[in-house]
């Protein structure tokens, strides 16, 4: 990729030309202009000779894919930088190999006080088990390990860790040699982090934000809270994002709000929202998610952190102070809870209000029609995390393992939310799931349940638009004149319409559409890689000897 540079400044003009331009200003645009921060034109080769000579810097294309840069609606920065340059059991197959990675990890580490990993998950290891803490206490030596499922919502540790917290028998969620859950394991988990110190968190924390521009991500939502990280972790992020260049950070503080006190409290934290992970339960692989009725492979429901009431307290609350509320809810009966409680709130301060706050709900897993109806009725933003399917959907998966085939069949119903008009946002949850948009909209399009699916188009604005309009930026996350200059340029194949429905595919790819076509993401294929990317402007990440 040949340009031709000159001495930058603030206001300089950039003219990306010869490649592909994703824009609805003109589908068949293949050049670019931005100036400073904002994009100025898009339009034809031709019309670009007209720019050539009157700007700072050329980027010849080669035919490469300028698309608007992505947002990840749903993270956790530092554990997410923790497990890229730390210990990550993620895709770890047996419980052997589990156990040698942490012994190797302890190994390298003889100066961390307390080692700290993620990504277990003994659903599929040959051994049929988890690690015992016995076992745990041989590979580190016994010294203090904390290592989170790939769920996040529990966590096996050694005996040492539990140490930390005294009586930590008594606090619900511990078992004895089981994994923790609930109060015990945000116990240790908050112990353990504790232990980090700024300059490990800090290289964390810009391990993760160098790898999510590496994926032409421009902005990502933190969804932090106490129990989760701390207050220290969140503001440091925050303030490292805001010094840098990119990728922007929108930080979200999982703690109820009843009154202006509480809301002003969350501002002066940076957030911009009393949202994200504010749990209403947990999560389908610890058992954890609150069901309707029991799960197919244990003999309760699971766990209820917030009530109807409690929800609509919040809710109220939240749009009476104009703070964005939020609630992490998977299971039907928390997802039933949310919508009550959304619309006890509604009553109480009026539908119209509720429904310009865009409030939010993460994951929202498990809905059906009543409640896909209220998320509709309501403008509730799901943010919601496709990689999860491919993850664990699908006959074999963790899905049917916890539910049975008919309820697993019935989860993360995209196509429906799309019909009934439901803004979506797409995420990660990373660590839970890695950072990688194409994937991500790979994961919606070819759902494992097909009547799920949406088309490439629809997975590719609920990752780009949708994300921004979350947060209230509704005039970013698409390449038009006037737009922030936030994208990336990629290297990919023959661009297509990829969509569930043959008869609308047909027609999009007629030329007399104006469809603009995005990469073939079909299962198998190489997904697109990311050239560069650029926010307001300036570029974050630069593929070398491109």
């Not at 019309?47 to 010849?60: C, I, K, L, Q, T």
């Not at 770890?92 to 990675?101: G, S």
């Not at 040492?160 to 089981?178: C, M, Y």
């Amino acid at each position: 990729m040949s340009e031709r540079t000159a001495t930058g400044h603030e206001n300089r003009t950039v003219l990306l030309r010869g490649g592909e331009v994703h824009s609805p200003a003109d589908p068949f645009a293949t050049a670019m202009v931005t100036q400073g921060g904002s994009i100025a034109w898009i339009g034809s080769e031709g019309a670009a000779d007209s720019f050539a000579d009157g700007v700072d810097e050329v980027v010849h294309l080669e035919g490469a894919l300028v698309t608007p840069a992505f947002t990840d609606a749903h993270v956790h920065t530092t554990a997410t930088g923790l497990a890229l340059t730390g210990l990550d059991l993620t895709g770890v197959a047996t419980l052997r190999d589990a156990l040698a990675r942490i012994r190797g990890y302890a190994a390298s580490r003889p100066g961390d006080r307390v080692l700290i990993g993620h990504g277990w998950d003994a659903t599929h290891w040959p051994e049929g088990r988890h690690p015992t803490r016995a076992e745990l206490d041989e590979a580190t030596g016994g010294r203090p390990l904390y290592l989170s499922r790939t769920d996040v919502h529990s966590a096996l540790v050694s005996t040492s860790a539990l140490e930390l917290v005294p009586r930590i028998a008594e606090l619900p969620g511990f078992a004895d040699d089981r994994p923790l859950t609930r109060d015990a394991h945000h116990a240790v988990r908050e112990q353990a982090h504790s232990t980090l110190t700024p300059a490990r968190r800090a290289e964390a924390q810009e391990a993760a934000l160098a790898h999510a521009a590496s994926l032409g991500i421009s902005d990502l939502h933190e969804c932090a809270g106490p129990g989760i990280s701390s207050e220290d972790d969140f503001t440091a992020l925050l303030s490292l994002a805001a010094q840098g260049d990119g990728p922007r950070v929108h930080g979200y503080w999982a703690q109820p709000v009843t009154c202006e006190a509480d809301a002003a409290r969350i501002r002066a934290l940076g957030a911009v929202g009393a949202a994200g992970d504010l749990f209403v339960d947990g999560s389908l692989g610890s058992r954890t998610a609150h069901l309707c009725a029991p799960y197919a492979d244990a003999d309760h429901t699971g766990n209820a952190y917030l009530d109807s009431a409690g929800i609509a307290a919040h809710v109220a609350a939240c749009t009476e102070t104009g703070l964005q509320a939020g609630f992490h809810a998977i299971g039907d009966a928390a997802l039933m809870a949310v919508t009550d409680g959304v619309r006890a709130a509604a009553e109480r301060v009026g539908t119209d209000r509720v429904r310009a706050a865009r409030h939010r709900v993460e994951h929202a897993e498990m809905l059906n029609e009543e409640t896909i109806a209220a998320f509709a009725e309501f403008a509730l933003t799901a943010s919601v995390q496709p990689a999860f399917d491919a993850a664990w959907g699908g006959p074999g998966g963790m899905y049917a393992a916890r539910l049975g085939q008919e309820r697993a069949a019935g989860l993360n119903p995209y196509a429906a939310l799309q019909r009934a008009g439901v803004p979506l946002a797409f995420g990660s949850d990373s660590p839970v799931t890695p950072l990688g948009p194409w994937a991500a909209i790979r994961a919606a399009a070819f759902h494992r349940t097909p009547g799920h699916r949406i088309s490439v188009r629809g997975g590719f604005t609920a990752h780009t638009r949708g994300g921004r309009r979350a947060v209230g930026s509704d005039e970013a996350g698409v390449l038009v004149p006037g737009a922030p200059a936030d994208y990336a340029l990629w290297r990919t194949g023959e661009l297509v319409v990829q969509t569930p429905d043959s008869r609308v595919a047909n027609w999009s790819t007629d030329p007399r559409s104006g469809t603009p076509g995005l990469p073939d993401l079909t299962p198998g294929g190489q997904l697109p890689v990311c050239l560069r990317t650029v926010v307001r402007g300036v570029t974050v990440h630069e593929r070398p000897n491109e």
